[in-house]
Nanobody
């Protein structure tokens, strides 16, 4: 059974930082492309950052220079380091795992709230 468990969300002031983690089980993690998506109330789901099995990365324009995605294949975990957070970053953040023939699989999400 595939499980993706996100953690690390919370309430942070504008300009602050958070690191999200997504621990995967039930998949051969190292062959999966991983991504972080977010969804704010009333908004469409948005791709935030992605990292391929080969560790190539992609970022939404809105987070370039502020967010960094990384993966640790030994720990079956993908991370999202978020800095210089803005109120518009407030959303539920989900991780996504997929290959060309498997998935996508989603986690339950973790809430990030940026507010003073």
């Amino acid at each position: 059974q595939v499980q993706l468990v996100e953690s690390g969300g919370g309430l942070v002031q504008p300009g602050g930082s958070l690191r999200l983690s997504c621990a995967a089980s039930g998949i051969i993690f190292r062959i999966y492309d991983m991504a972080w998506y977010r969804q704010a109330p009333g908004e469409q789901r948005e791709l935030v950052a992605a990292i391929t099995a080969g560790s190539s990365t992609h970022y939404a324009d809105s987070v370039k220079g502020r967010f960094t995605i990384s993966r640790d294949n030994a720990k079956n975990t993908v991370y999202l380091q978020m800095s210089s957070l803005k109120p518009e970053d407030t959303a539920v953040y989900h991780c996504d795992a997929r290959t060309s023939y498997s998935g996508p699989y989603w986690g339950q999400g973790t809430q990030v709230t940026v507010s003073s």
